[in-house]
């Protein structure tokens, strides 16, 4: 069997659709690549020509505003593949994708999806149910920035972070965002975020340790959020 029948990727994604034949096609044009924390997959504004199989680490999907801040719109885990928005409606990237810690990517050119979309109905009915999925948690997170304080934001994207991305053996969250980042994802300003860690922290709710962060009482924090 090729490498991509046994990718995780392949499990997880629109991609499970394809038959043996459409995966060794793939694994003959795939480029495979690592990615170091800090480094762009892709940024705003360019031609993606292809998508992206997140096959380990995690990245931040991004948009820059007009006043400089990177607000951060998702958090993208291994299983998942980048890009097929763009592909589908041949734009440029509309979010930047970084790496929040070193990650394993494969690419595959636009011409092969593009003939596996216009040839396999169920390959190409998966990408639109992933697409219409992301717009969802779009419209979720636009209601929940609208309608939360940012206390109740922060509160939910501390129990996200944990949920998605599990824990270190310590306790602490595995993804370690900075203060700057966590501030991006519940859209205040970084002292603002600063200062309620802080006072989760005072009220034994959270531990801060330098970075890390660690959940001590998830019902408050959940109450919190709710």
């Known amino acids: 069997m090729s490498k991509c029948e046994q990718c995780i990727v392949r499990e997880f994604s629109s991609l499970k659709a394809l038959g043996k034949e459409e995966l060794l096609q793939m694994a003959d044009c795939k480029t495979s690549f690592t990615i170091k924390k800090g480094e762009p997959i892709f940024e705003e504004g360019e031609s993606v020509n292809g998508i992206f199989c997140i096959k380990d680490g995690v990245c931040k999907l991004s948009k820059l505003s007009a006043n400089g801040k990177d607000q951060i719109v998702k958090l993208v885990k291994p299983g998942e593949l980048l890009g097929q928005r763009s ?36 390959f190409s009915m998966n990408v639109m149910k992933t697409i219409c999925g992301d717009l969802k948690e779009a419209d979720d997170h636009m209601v929940s920035m609208a309608q939360k304080n940012v206390k109740e ?32 994802m519940i859209g205040t300003a970084t002292e603002s975020c600063i200062r309620l860690l802080s006072e989760l922290n005072k009220s034994g709710i959270i531990d801060l340790t330098g970075k890390k962060i660690t959940i001590v009482d998830r019902n408050k924090l959940k109450r919190m959020a709710d």
């Open 87 to 122: 592909l589908i409606s041949d734009e440029p990237a509309n979010l930047s994708a970084v790496a929040l810690e070193d990650m394993e990517v494969c690419f595959i050119p636009k011409t092969e999806i593009m003939g596996f979309f216009n040839q396999n109905n169920q």
């Open 153 to 184: 934001r922060l509160a939910e994207t501390l129990l996200y972070l944990e949920d998605a991305f599990g824990k270190n053996q310590d306790g602490s969250l595995h993804i370690q965002l900075s203060r700057e980042e966590l501030a991006g």
